[in-house]
């Protein structure tokens, strides 16, 4: 007997799980199918995935082959961005771990379910393509304008003031704050005195 997850979700706490999960149940018990896990989440389908615990607990669990196919109601459950959706498609795929989704119609434990997967991969190298790209353009539309790339620099003068009050015997955190800006410049600027020095 296969073991399924159910994976549903609702945007706001006015909105319940209840039809999800009774239609899911229905398909699971047709197919013959032993429901393992549920996975329910109130959250935003925009939200990142850190902030969607059920989420990333599903795909950490399909990787761990605790089911062998995960039921949702609708592809819309699962994200509302292509990268997302491509990640979760090829998560699944990598594991062997099948997928449902009961408004398109899409079973990936059929042979035209399956085209389903062959077809997320190629989405997924065009959309890493495509970001390569416009990553590519952008950089080089900003060269033609003159723009600097990276980290802007860190202006003598401060660079002078932080040697100065770490001379005085200034903590890093106290000299970040002192003059409003990150511990990590302040352990740069440093270290890269401490480089010169040596190099004379």
């Given at each position: ?45 925009a939200a990142g ?63 035209a379910g399956r ?86």
């Amino acid at each position: 007997m296969r073991r399924a997850a159910i994976f549903s979700r609702v945007s706001t706490d006015r909105q319940i799980t209840d039809n999800q999960l009774q239609r899911l149940r229905e398909v699971a018990a047709k197919a013959g199918w032993e429901v393992v896990q549920v996975y329910e989440e109130t959250v935003s389908g925009a939200a990142g995935k850190a902030k969607r615990d059920a989420y990333s607990r599903m795909l950490a669990d399909a990787t761990r082959r605790q089911f062998d196919v995960v039921l949702a109601w609708d592809v819309s459950r699962l994200g509302r961005s292509l990268r997302e959706l491509l990640e979760c498609f090829e998560t699944l795929k990598a594991t062997g771990v099948d997928l449902y989704l009961d408004q398109q119609g899409v079973d990936t434990t059929t042979p035209a379910g399956r085209a389903l997967f062959g077809m997320a991969g190629v989405f997924a190298e065009f959309e890493r393509s495509m970001l390569i790209e416009r990553t590519k353009a952008g950089l080089d539309r900003a060269k033609a304008q003159g723009k600097r790339l990276g980290r802007p620099s860190t202006s003598p003068e401060v660079i002078t003031r932080i040697r100065d009050l770490r001379q005085s015997g200034m903590g890093m955190d106290r000299i970040a704050r002192e003059l409003g800006i990150g511990k990590s410049v302040v352990f740069n600027r440093l270290a890269e005195g401490k480089e010169a020095r040596s190099v004379q």
